[in-house]
């Protein structure tokens, strides 16, 4: 990927934990997902391996995952959250199904071009913990942001051409490991 070489893998047990050096949480169902972690067993070695500086990066329910606190649909569902990130986040904040959307913004921790972010029933950051960077915003809304070896994004990256998020996220892993 852009001269990053390196090999995916799809996480299904908690001993692979051991063999990876950073990790996705993709979209999705936050709940869904959420619960089959703890199913799984991966739910608290993620939590563990994130608080000592493990890399990861939350797209859309991933950023769910890593939030701290979430709104009031969050807690309704009774939702499990990571609580790696000093973040509160709420679920659909630019609407539901129908109206996702893809446009482009800037994201600071990238070149000036913009980034084609994909929105698809996007959380958004209501509130960031001091050790938070946001990185992007749509409609004032956080959208992106980063804390230590955390990075959270609402949007869909991995649905466009453009590497530039998943890259910066590659660059963190092997700074990590040099």
Partial sequence: MGGVNGK???LETKKQLSEINGLIIPGGESTTIGQL???SGIFKKVREKGKDGFPIMGTCAGMVLLAKKG???????????LGLMDITVIRNSFGRQRESFETDIPIACL??????AVFIRAPAIIRIGEN???LARYKKKIVAAEQDN???????PELT?????HKYFLERIIQKID
């Fill in 37 to 39: 972690m703890l199913d």
């Fill in 132 to 134: 938070v960077t946001p």
């Fill in 150 to 156: 955390l990075l959270a994004v609402s949007f869909h």
């Fill in 71 to 81: 709104g009031k649909e969050i807690k309704k569902t009774n939702q499990p959250l």
């Fill in 161 to 165: 051409d453009d590497i530039r998020v």
């Fill in 8 to 10: 995916a893998i799809w």
């Fill in 111 to 116: 070149d000036k071009k913009p980034f084609p």
